[in-house]
Every structure is written in structure tokens, then in C-alpha cells.
């Protein structure tokens, strides 16, 4: 019997939902690195595990799209997946010993090879408006996978953290390296924003499964109940944020630019990782609030939420600027005053910073929906596009 025909697919397959649950225990991991060690070692450490997942998510996102939903793609969707549930079980202690940081870096390493074999079955390297078949952004990822199980090799501490920066560094700067090969290639304008979109959801569904975790732990006063509520009330209005208006305008970049590369590498590749890790930095600081919302924090834990919210909101002045060249000044602005409240933080009890943050998404919400609705134009801030 033979398979059938499929056609290239513009929704998100069963077998790249699949994959996302890797992701999902991925994040997990990542995010409660910093929960055990409070430092802002550990939480440099955690946003090099979340760059270092979200590139791979990114790379295998990009080599199976406008590919038919066929066996031999879900084969490679599990053998990416397989990968990545090394890297995700490791992750704790990639920056730790030996044994698990070339683990880690050994099955970050396959699976690059394996995303580079697949672009190159599919013709990314050839012809007049591909990339070269030795120089292109997935020999550089490559090359960077190759610095990371040379630091788990290596010595622990500052030699190896830097190592890490290092191909962090050079692994986001590859689509940068060659922009201009980059602009002819075409993506389609449905797949990749939900694709996207679903890792937004992930990092939301990270923050509620945290708190929910801490709540179920600890001996819950009033205090930590409205924290709950308010961690939940914030937890929506970042979802509103995305989903009410961010998701169509991505949508809309995608299907109306006529250099789709560009928004792919900038709107959803490196804008988008603003957000997931934004995210990310909310969930860790609001599950310290659950558990001692009234007692100012020490060390990072207090700085984490407003921290992680400001990133958030930069997300879309950074999106949108690079989709229509002007953000909008509500989010501007908004981005701005929680850099204040950031700063802030030490001087609040953790309940009044997370009222505070909650106050202010839920008041740019509000403030976008009555323009919206009354159909008065979005004041913008102008700013230059780069060349």
C-alpha cells in the first residue's frame, strides 16, 4: 500500500504540536534554574538555556515549513524532538560537571547537523537566491553547537559562561551575516505566525503552571491568595497583548511585505525571543510572590517580574517598529514606565510591584481597546529603519 499525497501544510501538524511538548518541559527546566539558585548567574544561565532552545525550536520550525505533512516529515520532527528531550533533561546542569554539559551540547550538536542536512535536501543552499553550501546561517549554528561541547569539555565558571555568550552571540548573528540572501527567500504568511504564536502560549502556559506549583506547596495566607489573582489577571492581560492585536499585525507584516525574510529573522526570530523570555522572567518572579508576597526580596527574585514585563512590551515596540517602522506610543510609553518600576522594585513589597504591573498592562488593554473601538487613529513614534 502506498502513502498518500500530501500537500504542504499551513497549519501547525499533529506531529510539530507533538514536538512542542518537548518545548514545554524544555522551558520548564530552563525556568527553574534560577528558582533553585536566586543569583543573576542563574538567571544569566537561564536566558542562555531559553536563546539556546528557542534557536533550535526556530531552526526546525523553519526546516519544515512549506514541506508536505509526510512520514518522513514527522520522522524528522521526532528525531529533532528526541534532541531536544536530551538537551531538555540535561539543562539543569549544563553549566555544572562534565557528564551533562557535553550531553547537552552533544544533542544540541546532532540536532544542528541534522537541521543542516535537512535544508540542504530541501535546496536552501543552491541556486541564485540561496545560501552557500558551507557558508550560511546553519554552518555558523553549527559551529556555535561545536563552542558549546567545547565548554562542557572545558572548566567550569567564568571561562565556560563565556564560552556559552560566545556562541549564543554567534548563532543569533547568522541570519544578520547574510541579510541580503536572506531577503529573497520566501516563507508563508499562515504557517510561521501560528507557529510562533503557539511558543507565546507556551511560555504564558509556563508562568500558570509555575504559580500553580508554588501554591500547591505553600501554606497560602490572604496575602498569597491575591496574589494569585493578580498574577492571573496579568497573566491575561499579556496574553490580550499578543493575541488581540499583536498576532493579526505579524500576520498582516508576513503576508503583505515583500521581503518576508526580514520579518521572519527580525519580527518572529529575534523579536519574539524578547517576548518568550520575558515571559519566562514573570513566571520565576511571580512564583517567589506566592510564597512571600508582603517580604521584600533579596537578590534578583524581586527584580524578575516588572524585569521580565518590560522585555515583554519591548517585544512589540521592537516587532513593530521593524514591521511598519513606528511602534505605537501606548506601548512606548508603557515599556518605559515599567523599566521605572524595575528599578523600583527593591523599595515595594512584592505585592505592590505585581498590583502595579498588573495595573498598568491591564490600563494599555484598555487604553488600545477604546482607540480601537472608536476608531481614532494609534499615535506612533517615528523612528529610522536600518538600510
Known amino acids: 500500500m502506498t502513502e498518500p499525497q500530501h500537500e504542504a501544510h499551513e497549519r501547525a501538524s499533529w506531529a510539530e504540536l507533538f514536538f512542542d511538548l518537548v518545548l514545554v518541559f524544555a522551558v520548564t527546566q530552563a525556568a527553574h534554574l534560577p528558582v533553585g539558585h536566586p543569583t543573576w548567574t542563574a538567571v544569566g544561565q537561564a536566558v542562555l538555556l531559553l536563546a539556546v532552545m528557542w534557536w533550535s525550536w526556530v531552526g526546525t520550525t523553519l526546516a519544515v515549513h512549506g514541506v508536505e505533512d509526510s512520514n518522513r516529515q514527522r520522522m524528522f520532527l521526532f528525531a529533532c524532538g528526541l534532541c531536544m528531550f536530551f538537551m531538555a533533561i540535561t539543562a539543569p546542569h549544563a553549566f555544572d560537571g562534565h557528564a551533562q554539559p557535553v550531553i547537552f551540547a552533544s544533542a544540541h550538536l546532532v540536532l544542528r547537523l541534522m537541521l543542516w542536512n535537512e535544508m540542504r535536501r530541501k535546496g536552501a543552499f543552491a541556486g541564485a537566491g540561496g545560501f552557500g553550501m558551507w557558508l550560511n546561517p546553519y554552518t555558523v549554528t553549527a559551529v556555535a553547537a561545536l563552542m558549546l561541547l567545547g565548554a562542557g569539555i572545558g572548566p567550569e565558571g567564568g571561562v565556560r559562561n563565556g564560552i556559552w555568550i560566545a556562541a549564543v552571540l554567534l548563532a543569533f548573528g547568522g541570519p544578520a551575516l547574510f541579510a541580503r540572501r536572506l531577503q529573497a527567500m520566501q516563507f508563508g504568511a499562515t504557517h510561521l505566525p501560528e507557529r510562533f504564536a503557539l511558543f507565546v502560549i507556551i511560555a504564558l502556559g509556563e508562568m500558570v503552571a509555575s504559580v500553580g506549583s508554588q501554591a500547591a506547596e505553600t501554606h497560602l495566607g490572604v496575602s498569597s491568595w491575591l496574589s494569585i489573582v493578580l498574577i492571573f489577571l496579568l497573566a491575561c492581560g499579556l496574553w490580550w497583548l499578543y493575541f488581540a492585536y499583536g498576532f493579526a499585525a505579524v500576520e498582516h507584516s508576513l503576508r503583505t511585505n515583500q521581503l518576508r525574510g526580514v520579518v521572519v529573522r527580525d519580527v ?17 518572579g511571580a512564583r517567589g510572590m506566592v510564597a512571600h508576597p508582603t517580604e521584600h526580596a533579596h537578590g534578583p527574585t524581586g527584580y524578575l517580574l516588572p524585569m521580565g514585563a518590560t522585555l515583554f512590551v519591548s517585544g512589540f515596540v521592537f516587532t513593530r517598529w521593524r514591521m511598519f517602522g513606528a511602534p505605537t506610543v501606548g506601548r512606548t510609553s508603557v515599556a518605559l514606565l515599567l523599566a521605572v518600576l524595575t528599578a523600583a522594585s527593591p523599595l515595594l513589597p512584592p505585592i505592590a510591584i505585581l498590583a502595579l504591573v498588573a495595573a498598568v498592562i491591564a490600563a494599555l488593554n484598555g487604553f488600545e481597546y477604546w482607540v480601537v473601538s472608536t476608531g481614532r487613529p494609534l499615535a506612533l513614534v ?3 529603519q536600518p538600510k
Do not use: E, I, N
Not at 518572529?268 to 520565576?284: D, F, R
Open 268 to 284: 518572529l526570530s529575534y523579536g519574539h525571543l524578547l517576548m518568550v523570555v520575558g515571559l519566562v522572567l514573570v513566571a520565576v
Open 382 to 384: 517615528r523612528m529610522p
